[in-house]
């Protein structure tokens, strides 16, 4: 039996959900968020106060997922309620209803030690740009962004290369108080799909506010040819914000995927990764307490 707190259950979620009308995935006063929403659906379906979802990638206004994960911890009473964990996705989707921007995908039991934030090993992101060359189809403008240049794929390609590995990425984050800024970006590329969209993927242990965004406003700088690509890593390197690009608009980016080890190393991975991660000053990596 997989399990969360003493004497709980913890269950795993996979879901979706088009961003557009929500305020980003965590909760606030006043405003329709992907948790709160879903946390009032629990409400409903527990008939009572909700669990606490905590999910892998906290995203942003306006960023959808294909590919979010969150998970949360009910008793064995409520899961007999419920009929079994894989029944939690159907009776949220039937609250939501067959026209909602969420939607819960899968609920199944997690394995023993399963953190849907700390356990992850990386989360995958693709960002979308209909620039001159590519078509501007109207049913995806929410999902793409629409940019009137032609853009240089192949320069874009390369700056993006060029940044790939372990660093302080402080010039591509906003800054939050009490967070690193040091991340092991895995994979970064761009490609065209078949109707010309630029298409770039990302994949990092783990991304700061703003940060992809950030990188792609880079690169659409590099592909206007407003910044050379030798840039990219200059600005990296300074660890300071800058105005030489623009952090791009949220509807081309999407959370497509996050990746977990095996079941038996769940438990390490999570222990592992909620230690703080700074750059020592031989820039290496160094550990200190938690983060947010």
């Not at 305020?23 to 629990?42: I, M, N, S, Y």
Request: hydrophobic share 40%; aromatic share 6%.
């Amino acid at each position: 039996m997989a399990s969360g707190e003493s004497g709980r259950v913890r269950i795993r979620l996979d879901l979706g959900y088009d961003g557009t009308g929500f305020t980003g995935w965590a909760r606030q006063p006043g405003l329709r968020t992907v948790q709160g929403e879903l946390e009032a659906a629990l409400a409903t379906v527990l008939r009572g106060d909700a669990p606490r979802l905590v999910v892998a990638g906290r995203t942003d206004v306006g960023v959808h997922a294909t590919g979010q994960v969150a998970h949360l911890d009910l008793t064995e009473e409520q899961l007999a309620r419920l009929g079994g964990a894989e029944r939690l996705a159907a009776r949220l989707n039937g609250i939501a209803g067959l026209d909602a921007d969420v939607r819960v995908f899968r609920s199944t039991r997690a394995p023993a030690g399963f953190d849907a934030r700390f356990s992850a090993l990386w989360r995958r992101y693709e960002y979308r740009i209909a620039d001159e060359q590519a078509m501007h189809d109207p049913r995806r403008r929410g999902h793409t962004l629409w940019y009137p240049r032609v853009l240089d794929l192949d320069a874009m390609d390369g700056a993006a290369r060029s940044l790939l590995g372990l660093h302080d990425f402080a010039s591509f984050c906003k800054p939050r108080e009490g967070a690193t800024t040091i991340r092991t970006l895995q994979a970064f590329s761009w490609e065209r799909d078949g109707d010309g969209v630029l298409v770039a993927r990302l994949q990092a242990d783990a991304f700061c506010h703003s940060m992809v965004r950030a990188l792609v406003g880079a690169c659409v700088a590099v592909g206007e040819g407003r910044m050379p690509p030798p840039r990219m890593r200059e600005l990296r390197d300074a660890r300071e914000r800058t105005s030489e690009f623009r952090i791009m608009p949220a509807r081309g980016l999407t959370l497509v995927e996050v990746g977990y080890p095996p079941d038996e190393e769940l438990a390490a991975r999570a222990e592992q990764t909620r230690g703080r991660r700074t750059l020592d000053q031989a820039g290496g990596l160094a550990e200190s307490p938690p983060i947010d």
